[in-house]
């Protein structure tokens, strides 16, 4: 029997050394081995037996030798991917270093120049200083005078404008300036505060000092070729979105391969209170010896010879200095791009409160140079599958969306006369400005018959512009994005949505006030640094009666926002919509409106602390509260900027003055929202000196102080704060100033609890105003758990009067999420002991 066993043991051992040696496979099983890869990378144990019975070439293979080649291949597959992720960091590292390298020389260059400036007016001084006659003095101006004369400024001969030799002497001598810019020192550069250099960064970013017009500069790293870098560049209405149009009117090819290109460039203007730019301009593109492409640019002026330019009416000539772009190939493949942009915009021409938009170098910086950078490496990414957008939206269909939103906004600003936009009278003040277009093709679009809509009388845009002072463009868009029910109106909304239907104009005119209404934003796509964010807006309508039911539905908005990021260097904050249908097409036609605010001061060097829109930390300067107010002032906010204000909507042909009135009088409504919000979101400029936050002193706030204490000493028998004085300021102060958060909501049986009160540590929790917090309903800010556990404990608190909920998580206004240890609801009573409202306190809460 020991015999028996013993054999069996050998046999056993056996068997797991033969399933454990080295199986070499046949091409055709590896081949059948792959597809069933393909398809499934980790089969199952059933799978893996199926397979061995459906391939007779796999029979003689053991079930864990399939399972081990199916592990070792994932494991071969996962290597190759990771092999591959270093190669390109390795590229990127290697191109990034070589950047590096020449703006390193470039900057001892510039050293090295002014440290000869500097010894020469030092050499000057001292000769000065040691001069005692008046011939002396003169001797001094005359080195001056032959310094000049020795470094005289280039004069540009005439040349004959029908001459394509002469185009080319302009040509080569912009291709010179240009790269003199682009890689020398002929602009003093000084780079811009955030843009740090690095294999994932946007790039080296800088911009002018002390030089004509305005001038930026940038270099980067991309993963496309040159060829499409360059077409993409020549583009410009793709990814310029104040340019208007780009013609080229005409093409001269060079003996050296290159072209020379004659184009008018019409831009918007970024407000209503200034006339918009155009550009004549010579382009030249070529090949350098090293096989780097250039794209230079500069306009045709009596100075630089050439053609005349066609004449412009309603535009402001504005003048383009030697820009472009130089594309070099990178080893291993992508391109390296050195970007300048360096125009004079005629600031003289516009009112001296707007001269700094266009005197701006990091204005320009963000609206042309870094939009361009930003441009490809977008294309780059969604090229190589970095980038993966849900909703079956193509990314070309989305970029097409955003640039739709912004050139209709555009144009709805600017009204141009040869867009078919027309002045309609004003009611006798001049605060908003009412435009019309009867063009069918405004809105419709040519792909829309005209019979499908017979009422259709056009377009109507009201718009308006103001100068604000003291508020972060960025901060302002944010609180307009995040709380559209304190400047909207539920009735206007339904009146725009109106015009998608089968029957546009069911709605006659918007209803004062609408209805109650809530909104849902559903992101769609955003760009690679989440700069610009392209989203759908669901606006929830509440109806209260059943006369409301038909009027008080669903909407939704097509939204593009901008330049939220309060560290943006000169960067404008927008905020663009359209009303859709709820499945809208990739033509769908799209009537935009919004906002646009525009820093009118640059900012300094100096990063802005991060802000929340609450009302309490409004008035906190920021977290260097021993600086001075000035100080503080300058750094951390633009002290001026100027906000454009523009609402397009349909009318019939009958209704055009009804729905004049209508919009003048609610942009006028919207204006009056909006400069309540941004006295209520700027900092203060009392700096380090203010004392305690303020307080709400209205009477009603302070009953409703006194009420929330005596309610829950009534029902809890404890103490919310101990207090020497029960007058009501002492109560209200430190109810305010408590450290816990309390809040209190409505208590309605036909509408969602929405919050009326807060103290300041409950605005810091929900990341909201005083004014904002109505917009907030109680079950929107409790997570699945939370929400369960209010209502599985509401009759309790109204039977009882108050419960205790148990430690969880709540969200906040901004999405953040918001950790507390415990909770406390109670009933607040009035005088007359009936329910006035529910009242919260959140204790040890923190964010998340």
Same mark, same amino acid.
């Given at each position: 029997?020991?015999?028996?066993?013993?054999?069996?043991?050998?046999?056993? @051992?056996?068997?797991?050394?033969?399933?454990?040696?080295?199986?070499?496979?046949?091409?055709?099983?590896?081949?059948?081995?792959?597809?069933?890869?393909?398809?499934?990378?980790?089969?199952?144990?059933?799978?893996?037996?199926?397979?061995?019975?459906?391939?007779?070439?796999? &029979?003689?293979?053991?079930?864990?030798?399939?399972?081990?080649?199916?592990?070792?291949?994932?494991?071969?597959?996962?290597?190759?991917?990771?092999?591959?992720?270093?190669?390109?960091?390795?590229?990127?590292?290697?191109?990034?270093?070589?950047?590096?390298?020449?703006?390193?020389?470039?900057?001892?260059?510039?050293?090295?120049?002014? +440290?000869?400036?500097?010894?020469?007016?030092?050499?000057?001084?001292? =000769?000065?200083?040691?001069?005692?006659?008046?011939? $002396?003095?003169?001797?001094?101006?005359?080195?001056?005078?032959?310094?000049?004369?020795?470094?005289?400024?280039?004069?540009?001969?005439?040349?004959?404008?029908?001459?394509?030799?002469?185009?080319?002497?302009?040509?080569?001598?912009?291709?010179?300036?240009?790269?003199?810019?682009?890689?020398?020192?002929?602009?003093?550069?000084?780079?811009?505060?955030?843009?740090?250099?690095?294999?994932?960064?946007?790039? @080296?970013?800088?911009?002018?000092?002390?030089?004509? %017009?305005?001038?930026?500069?940038?270099?980067?790293?991309?993963?496309?070729?040159?060829?499409?870098?360059?077409?993409?560049?020549?583009?410009?209405?793709?990814?310029?979105?104040?340019?208007?149009?780009?013609?080229?009117?005409?093409?001269?090819?060079?003996?050296?391969?290159?072209?020379?290109?004659?184009?008018?460039?019409?831009?918007?203007?970024?407000?209503?209170?200034?006339?918009?730019?155009?550009?004549?301009?010579?382009?030249?593109?070529?090949?350098?010896?090293?096989?780097?492409?250039?794209?230079?640019?500069?306009?045709?002026?009596?100075?630089?010879?050439?053609?005349?330019?066609?004449?412009?009416?309603?535009?402001?000539?504005?003048?383009?200095?030697?820009?472009?772009?130089?594309?070099?190939?990178?080893?291993?493949?992508?391109?390296?791009?050195?970007?300048?942009?360096?125009?004079?915009?005629?600031?003289?021409?516009?009112?001296?409160?707007?001269?700094?938009?266009?005197?701006?170098?990091?204005?320009?910086?963000?609206?042309?140079? +870094?939009?361009?950078?930003?441009?490809?490496?977008? @294309?780059?990414?969604?090229?190589?599958?970095?980038?993966?957008?849900?909703?079956?939206?193509?990314?070309?269909?989305?970029?097409?969306?955003?640039?739709?939103?912004?050139?209709?906004?555009?144009?709805? +600003?600017?009204?141009?006369?040869?867009?078919?936009?027309?002045?309609?009278? &004003?009611?006798?003040?001049?605060?908003? =400005?009412?435009?019309?277009?009867?063009?069918?093709?405004?809105?419709?679009? $040519?792909?829309?018959?005209?019979?499908?809509?017979?009422?259709?009388?056009?377009?109507?845009?009201?718009?308006?512009?103001?100068?604000?002072?003291?508020?972060?463009?960025?901060?302002?868009?944010?609180?307009?994005?995040?709380?559209?029910?304190?400047?909207?109106?539920?009735?206007?909304?339904?009146?725009?949505?109106?015009?998608?239907?089968?029957?546009?104009?069911?709605?006659?005119?918007?209803?004062?006030?609408?209805?109650?209404?809530?909104?849902?934003?559903?992101?769609?796509?955003?760009?690679?640094?989440?700069?610009?964010?392209?989203?759908?807006?669901?606006?929830?309508?509440?109806?209260?009666?059943?006369?409301?039911?038909?009027?008080?539905?669903?909407?939704?908005?097509?939204?593009?926002?901008?330049? /939220?990021?309060?560290?943006?260097?000169?960067? !404008?904050?927008?905020?663009?919509?359209?009303?859709?249908?709820?499945?809208?097409?990739?033509?769908?036609?799209?009537?935009?409106?919004?906002?646009?605010? @525009?820093?009118?001061?640059?900012?300094?060097?100096?990063?802005?602390?991060?802000?929340?829109?609450?009302?309490?930390? =409004?008035?906190?300067?920021?977290? %260097?509260?021993?600086?001075?107010?000035?100080?503080?002032?300058?750094?951390?906010?633009?002290?001026?900027?100027?906000?454009?204000?523009?609402?397009?909507?349909?009318?019939?042909?009958?209704?055009?003055?009804? /729905?004049?009135?209508?919009?003048?009088?609610?942009?006028? *409504?919207?204006?009056?929202?909006?400069?309540?919000?941004?006295?209520?979101?700027?900092?203060?400029?009392?700096?380090?000196?203010?004392?305690?936050?303020?307080?709400?002193? #209205?009477?009603?706030?302070?009953?409703?102080?006194?009420?929330? !204490?005596?309610?829950?000493?009534?029902?809890?028998?404890?103490?919310?704060?101990?207090?020497? #004085?029960? #007058? %009501?300021?002492?109560?209200?102060?430190?109810?305010?100033?408590?450290?816990?958060?309390?809040?209190?909501?409505?208590?309605?049986?036909?509408? &969602?609890?929405?919050? =009326?009160? *807060?103290?300041?540590?409950?605005?810091?929790?929900?990341?909201?105003?005083?004014?904002?917090?109505?917009?907030?309903?109680?079950?929107?800010?409790?997570?699945?758990? %939370?929400?369960?556990?209010?209502?599985?404990?509401?009759?309790?608190?109204?039977?009882?009067?108050?419960?205790?909920?148990?430690?969880?998580?709540? +969200?906040?206004?901004?999405?953040?999420?918001?950790?507390?240890?415990?909770?406390?609801?109670?009933?607040?009573?009035?005088?007359?002991?009936?329910?006035?409202?529910?009242?919260?306190?959140?204790?040890?809460?923190?964010?998340?």
């Amino acid at each position: 029997m020991a015999l028996v066993i013993h054999k069996d043991n050998s046999n056993n @051992i056996n068997k797991q050394m033969d399933s454990s040696k080295y199986v070499r496979y046949t091409p055709e099983q590896v081949e059948a081995l792959e597809r069933v890869y393909s398809e499934c990378p980790k089969p199952s144990s059933l799978r893996r037996q199926q397979l061995i019975r459906e391939c007779p070439i796999l &029979s003689n293979i053991e079930p864990k030798q399939i399972k081990v080649w199916f592990q070792n291949r994932r494991c071969r597959e996962k290597q190759r991917k990771e092999a591959s992720r270093l190669q390109t960091v390795n590229r990127k590292l290697s191109a990034m270093n070589k950047l590096l390298m020449e703006e390193n020389d470039r900057l001892q260059k510039q050293v090295s120049h002014l +440290v000869y400036e500097n010894g020469y007016m030092r050499q000057q001084l001292h =000769t000065a200083s040691g001069a005692t006659t008046d011939n $002396s003095c003169e001797s001094v101006v005359m080195s001056g005078q032959n310094q000049q004369q020795q470094n005289p400024t280039p004069q540009h001969p005439q040349r004959d404008a029908n001459n394509p030799a002469g185009l080319l002497a302009i040509a080569e001598e912009t291709l010179a300036e240009f790269l003199s810019k682009a890689t020398g020192t002929a602009v003093d550069w000084v780079q811009m505060i955030g843009m740090k250099p690095g294999p994932d960064s946007i790039g @080296i970013v800088a911009v002018s000092r002390n030089c004509s %017009g305005v001038a930026a500069r940038a270099c980067g790293l991309v993963s496309l070729e040159p060829a499409k870098v360059a077409e993409i560049l020549k583009d410009r209405p793709s990814w310029f979105r104040d340019c208007r149009c780009v013609d080229v009117l005409s093409v001269i090819p060079t003996g050296n391969g290159g072209t020379i290109e004659l184009i008018y460039m019409q831009t918007y203007a970024p407000t209503t209170l200034a006339a918009a730019r155009d550009f004549w301009t010579l382009r030249y593109t070529t090949s350098l010896e090293d096989n780097s492409l250039v794209i230079c640019e500069r306009s045709l002026t009596t100075s630089t010879g050439g053609p005349t330019g066609p004449p412009s009416s309603c535009f402001v000539r504005a003048e383009m200095l030697p820009s472009g772009y130089l594309i070099r190939p990178c080893e291993g493949g992508g391109s390296i791009i050195n970007i300048v942009d360096h125009v004079d915009l005629d600031a003289w021409s516009v009112p001296e409160v707007l001269r700094p938009l266009y005197e701006s170098s990091k204005i320009l910086a963000q609206k042309m140079t +870094v939009a361009a950078l930003r441009h490809i490496r977008q @294309i780059a990414q969604e090229t190589s599958g970095e980038i993966q957008y849900g909703g079956g939206r193509q990314p070309a269909v989305l970029r097409t969306f955003s640039q739709r939103l912004c050139r209709g906004f555009n144009d709805a +600003v600017n009204g141009f006369v040869d867009d078919g936009w027309s002045l309609l009278g &004003s009611d006798g003040a001049e605060d908003v =400005t009412i435009v019309i277009n009867s063009s069918s093709n405004k809105f419709l679009g $040519s792909q829309y018959n005209a019979s499908m809509f017979p009422t259709f009388g056009g377009v109507l845009c009201a718009k308006a512009s103001m100068l604000l002072q003291n508020v972060p463009p960025a901060l302002l868009v944010r609180f307009l994005r995040e709380h559209r029910s304190e400047w909207a109106d539920y009735g206007v909304d339904a009146y725009s949505a109106s015009c998608l239907k089968a029957s546009p104009y069911a709605i006659p005119c918007a209803r004062p006030g609408g209805f109650p209404s809530s909104q849902v934003i559903l992101p769609l796509a955003h760009t690679v640094e989440h700069e610009e964010f392209l989203e759908v807006v669901r606006l929830e309508g509440h109806a209260f009666s059943p006369e409301e039911v038909a009027l008080a539905r669903d909407m939704y908005l097509l939204q593009l926002c901008s330049g /939220v990021d309060e560290s943006a260097v000169g960067a !404008c904050a927008q905020l663009v919509f359209a009303p859709i249908d709820e499945s809208f097409a990739d033509e769908a036609p799209l009537l935009p409106s919004g906002f646009r605010v @525009i820093p009118l001061d640059p900012k300094a060097d100096t990063p802005a602390a991060t802000r929340t829109l609450d009302l309490a930390s =409004t008035l906190e300067v920021g977290s %260097g509260g021993a600086r001075p107010s000035s100080e503080a002032d300058t750094n951390s906010y633009n002290l001026r900027s100027v906000l454009t204000i523009a609402f397009q909507f349909t009318f019939e042909n009958h209704t055009r003055d009804n /729905v004049a009135a209508m919009a003048r009088q609610y942009v006028r *409504s919207v204006v009056g929202s909006v400069q309540r919000v941004a006295m209520a979101i700027a900092p203060s400029r009392l700096g380090s000196q203010l004392g305690p936050k303020p307080l709400p002193q #209205s009477p009603e706030a302070l009953t409703l102080a006194q009420w929330i !204490c005596r309610s829950y000493r009534i029902h809890t028998g404890g103490e919310i704060f101990q207090v020497e #004085s029960q #007058s %009501g300021d002492a109560v209200l102060k430190r109810l305010w100033h408590h450290s816990d958060a309390i809040m209190c909501c409505t208590v309605k049986t036909n509408a &969602s609890p929405v919050f =009326t009160f *807060s103290n300041q540590a409950g605005l810091d929790m929900l990341e909201t105003t005083l004014v904002a917090l109505q917009d907030i309903m109680l079950d929107k800010i409790f997570d699945e758990a %939370g929400r369960k556990t209010l209502c599985s404990e509401f009759s309790k608190i109204m039977q009882q009067g108050f419960a205790y909920l148990p430690a969880g998580i709540c +969200v906040s206004s901004m999405g953040r999420p918001v950790s507390y240890e415990q909770a406390v609801a109670w009933k607040v009573l009035n005088d007359d002991d009936s329910n006035h409202c529910l009242a919260f306190m959140f204790m040890n809460w923190s964010f998340v």
